[in-house]
């Protein structure tokens, strides 16, 4: 079974500053997904980012980015220019491709992130 | 377009009884999952709904949960026999098959329940 690591249970970041989340994941599959989602105090799941393993580029969304390490099974994300909005949990997942019944996402046990104005 | 949307947004009831909880998908959305997400457990898979049949149930936690899904849309989680380790937010998830891959998965906002 895959499991997933956040090993920053809390994390703060100045206003305008760059922070990085860290995430590590075991599985023995060469191919899936990497997701980070976003969950602000409304409960609301917001994709944040997507990167599937076969990609060796690292997915971009605007202020956000991905350090994708496949070797090393890591997969951090990187908030650039920091906004009071960015101030959520933010959730790394794992998707298998293979077909195992479902595409259930497996989370790791979250990051909370603060932003300091 | 109209996102996944879950309801009621909180629910507190008393132990022993049932609760149904809702869940309506992004219009076009064939896979649905259920999730729950607890204090002590973090998030985890509870069902999954492809069109009205649900081929994976691994994830729900004792026979007093049951979910069924109608028409390929709308679905209901159904707790029975509320206990107080029911106590979570419950979420709801819908994707679409795009080339006969499973696309990204987008979430409801949850409901809360609490069971006192």
């Known amino acids: 079974a895959q499991t997933v690591t956040q090993s920053q249970p809390e994390m703060s970041v100045q206003e305008a500053e760059t922070v990085t989340l860290s995430c590590t994941y075991d599985t023995s599959e060469s191919d899936y997904y990497l997701f980070w989602y976003k969950q602000p105090p409304s409960r609301q799941m917001i994709l944040v980012i997507r990167q599937e393993a076969y990609k060796q580029q690292n997915a971009t969304e605007n202020r956000f980015s991905v350090n994708f390490q496949k070797a090393a099974k890591s997969f951090s994300l990187k908030i650039s220019d920091s906004q009071l909005g960015d101030a959520a949990m933010y959730f790394c997942?794992?998707?298998?491709?293979?077909?195992?019944?479902?595409?259930?996402?497996?989370f790791g046990k979250g990051t909370k992130l603060s932003v300091i104005p | 377009g109209a996102g996944v949307s879950q309801s009621p947004s909180n629910k507190v009831t008393e132990k022993g009884k049932d609760v149904e909880l809702r869940c309506d998908p992004i219009s076009g959305h064939t896979a649905l999952y259920w999730y729950r997400q607890s204090l002590g457990q973090g998030l985890e898979f509870l069902i999954y709904f492809q069109g009205n049949s649900a081929p994976d149930k691994s994830g729900l936690p004792s026979d007093r949960f049951s979910a069924e899904r109608t028409g390929g849309s709308v679905s209901t989680l159904t707790i029975q026999r509320t206990q107080q380790e029911d106590s979570a937010v419950y979420l709801c998830?819908?994707?679409?098959?795009?080339?006969?891959?499973?696309?990204?998965?987008?979430f409801g906002p949850g409901t809360r329940l609490l069971v006192l």
């Open positions: 998830a819908s994707s679409s098959w795009l080339f006969g891959a499973q696309e990204t998965q987008y």
């Open positions: 997942a794992y998707r298998s491709t293979a077909w195992a019944g479902s595409y259930q996402l497996t």
